[in-house]
């Protein structure tokens, strides 16, 4: 089918996402494509809010309205099977992540959809264009600009936490620099600190931000990882950045300049108590480093990534019958051949997690290509173990037992392990949802069979987890 593609691009706070949204819900019906749970919760509830009936499809969770014809999700759960009035990816420019962008780049070549909405910064409009030409459909650019411009403060907090100010988000990359910003602010001024950051439980998540939003709940500032980047609605006045450096799995790096205004952007909003918006960090030491990223170009995109689908990797497989699925993984890459459009995603994740799961009797292809795309902390070694287990058991076709306990009473401070706690929501509820969701009617069996091992004492440990 012949599409129309809206690119609306321009930077933070632009409108460029609303216009999109707009359209989406004036469909007969749609479907909208997100990076993150937390913003498809938000679309979600929102149409619902005007009207528009939409049901919600994440890894970890799914709601259905009743007549709903609208849909939100992630974008890795997107359905092509189904025809839609309209189309909307959010944050296309993730089409270049060297990790996720398969997902964006399936979503826009793959969504069938009379119309077609991307949103984003200008630097995918060169790869877009030249996709739009491949496949024939029809490009219309919107160029935005912000509605009011960020002020860049020169002079960082000097590592003082008493000039921390209502509205301000600190952003740190760390999960334990995070939590000892909390307590250090909270010990040293009057702040309350909302905390937001990748793997807390989507429900906590969620609570967190509307805390923040919420002039009246005593939370008045935020504390946050890069999570905060992805277009959620924050009422954000100032970004603070604790550090410009993240550890990227083998080394710590100054963060991109790109992700620098991704970042900062999300100060000031339109319709908010906070409309203008500013930036600064919190050591002098960042603070040159931060004017520069400022003051720089975007640089263009140098392509979009892909993976193959699993039908692609079935027929690899025929030709490889005696191979093991690791194996077979490094094998299509090394024979992949892209043009200069295309690059293919880094596997890493999935390919440790098929190394563990080649030692599992009885999987099937298919099985052992779905539990790799689980979404898991793949150099968790404990997660690992799960994956494991829930794969072992799957190919019995017999339940899942439970194999930890929550805890029986808080400390008298109310700390506790919250990694710990994390990792086994992680393992049983997320990941015992992720099975029910994703794989086939026969799998959902066992996934039920498992959710429903597990929920009366998660109910227990996710009462905890969002305190």
Known sequence: MRRKIVYHYGPTNSGKTYAALQRFQQAKDGIYCGPLRLLAMEIY??????????????????????????????????????????????????????????????????????????????????????????????LEEHQYERFRPLKIETESLRGDFRAIRPGDCIVAFRRKDIFEIKKQLELLTDHRCSVIYGSLPPETRRQQAKLFNDPNSGYDVLVASDAVGMGLNLNINRVVFFSLQKFNGAEKRQITPSMVKQIAGRAGRRGSRYPDGSVTCFFSIDTPYLISCMGSDLREADGA????????????????????????????????????????????????????????????????????????????????????????????????PLKMMPPMQMGKTGDFDLLDLETKHQDYFEYGRWLRILMTSETVTLGQRVEGYLGSDFIFLKMYLTL
């Open 45 to 138: 509830d929102k149409a619902n809010a005007h009207g528009v009936y939409c049901n919600l499809t994440t890894g970890q969770e799914k709601k259905e309205m009743p007549f709903a014809k609208h849909v939100a999700c992630t974008v890795e759960m997107a359905s092509f099977h189904r025809p839609f009035e309209v189309g909307v990816i959010d944050e296309i420019q993730m089409m270049a992540d060297e990790f996720r962008g398969w997902a964006f780049t399936r979503a826009l070549l793959g969504l069938q959809v009379a119309e077609l909405h991307v949103c984003g910064d200008p630097s995918m409009l060169p790869v877009i264009r030249g996709i739009a030409a491949q496949t024939g459909d029809d």
């Open 305 to 400: 990534g892909l993976f193959p689908f699993f039908e692609q990797v079935e027929l690899f497989a025929a030709r490889l019958p005696d191979v093991n699925f690791s194996t077979l993984l490094d094998r299509f890459a090394k024979s992949t051949r892209l043009d200069g459009a295309y690059f293919l995603c880094k596997y890493d994740a999935m390919k440790r997690v098929a190394g563990m799961l080649d030692r599992v009797q009885g999987l099937t292809l298919r099985d052992r290509f779905t539990f790799c795309f689980a979404p898991v902390n793949a150099g968790d070694m404990r997660m690992l173990a799960v994956i494991i287990h829930f794969a072992s058991q799957y190919a019995k076709g017999i339940p899942v």
